[in-house]
């Protein structure tokens, strides 16, 4: 958003006020109650993260085309990076941050009884861009892909780059509504249980305006968060992803399926080998994504 302002506006503004800016239009969004308000903004969220995806592509094969015949492919380019795979492995697990967003979803769809295979598909879709996508800019940068942001790998006084990071900065806007929601409820559940159950209109209107004190508080602290680590995003997401995106991706479910579905001894030994793995990624790949730093 930063470089977005300073290439089109002509405005280079400290971080602080660019968060500030951003709270302003964020903390109302998050005010709303019923995300199935923002299905279509999620959508076009999704669209254009998609279109960045093709246009850094596209840059990204045009620069593999004017090459050189013998320096096409990246410099130094390795299978496997011994140095720090386990935090790639940690931000793998990152992936699935928005697995939170599951049941909102699915609670607030036309069709609920569709939704396994709509989910299985989106999975699949998700996964195949990821790793096409990864290996592209990889393969076409090798050891020169070493900022945050792939988009920082572009020419940034670019028409083209200028709109791709525009696009991007519209649609954090558009999917912040859906992402931060179960945030946001479990937050509400554990410190204002009590507020919700009293009935009378005078304790339903001060348990509205503390959902929107506690929401305007979690925006605070995303941003706050957002300019302590601009610099080291990548290693904070990646911590992230070891820490408490492997257990909510991998261990959590299998512990339940264990505990609930699981009756015949294959599906039991199928959920103790994910709770295994699930805790050596959680152990090893904070450690290493911890030393990163």
Known sequence: MKSVLAQVCGI???????????MCILIPIAWVRNISKFSFTFLIGNTLILTTCIIVSVVLVGKFINREAGER??????????DSYWSMIGFSCYAY????VVMPIMSACECPEKF????FYALLTLTVLY??????????????????FITQELNQGSSVVILLQIIYSINLVCSYPI????ANTIIEDYTLRSLSKRQDPKSKKIYHWMQNISRALVCLAATYC????????????SVLGAL???PLAILYPALLHLKSVAKTNDEKWVDIFLIVIAIVVLIFSTEQSLASW
């Open 116 to 119: 396994d295979k709509i989910l």
């Open 73 to 82: 492919f990246g410099p130094e380019i390795v299978a496997i990076n011994y």
């Open 179 to 182: 992402m931060i929601f179960p």
């Open 244 to 246: 408490l995106c492997a």
């Open 131 to 148: 790793i096409c996508f990864a290996d592209l800019c990889y393969v076409i940068l090798g050891k020169e892909l070493d900022t945050t």
């Open 12 to 22: 280079d503004a400290p971080l602080g006020v660019v968060g500030g800016g951003l």
């Open 97 to 100: 941050e928005g697995i939170g």
């Open 226 to 237: 957002a300019i302590v680590l601009e610099k080291k995003l990548d290693k904070f997401l």
